[in-house]
């Protein structure tokens, strides 16, 4: 079973209320072969939301308390991002899957590059707090550009 970025298959799941539709990784989805979620949702966050990136580090560094998350205002988000990346991990785990399409950039899916904390559209090499976690429990993480299903 692959895990996928629930705005990947066209759910309006966003930080602004818009989606990310992929039509080849959608229709993994509709053959059965996939499951959608959304950690951001999933750790309580409201829908459409303010903004958030990684303040101080990347998703590693966020579970081990060095960096947090905050929105755009300079809220503290880091709370519901970790709930959010267990909640997914505990998903993951009841449904037995070993990879996963996420969105990249995102604070919470990003896989390889996220942004830099600083608001300004500025990107930088590092995972999301939601892949990180899974990524230590040996699922295999592709992003919407880089997997094989394309
Ligand atoms: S948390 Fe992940 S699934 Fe949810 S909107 Fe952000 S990138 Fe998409």
Sequence with gaps: MILISACLAGIECRYDGGSNEHKEIKKLIEEKKAILVCP????GLTTPRTPC????????DVLLKR??????????????????ADETLKIAKLYGV??????????????????????SGTKKTGDGVTA????????????????PWK
């Design 40 to 43: 951001e949702q999933l750790g």
């Design 53 to 60: 990136e990684i303040l101080g580090g990347d998703g590693e």
């Design 67 to 84: 960096a947090k998350i905050i929105d755009k205002n300079g809220k503290d988000q880091t709370k519901g991002f970790v709930k959010g």
């Design 98 to 119: 070993t990879k996963a399409i996420l969105k990249q950039r995102s604070p919470s899916c990003g896989c390889g590059m996220i942004y830099d904390g600083t608001f």
């Design 132 to 147: 990180t976690l899974l990524k230590k429990q040996g699922i295999v993480i592709w992003n919407e550009e880089n997997h």
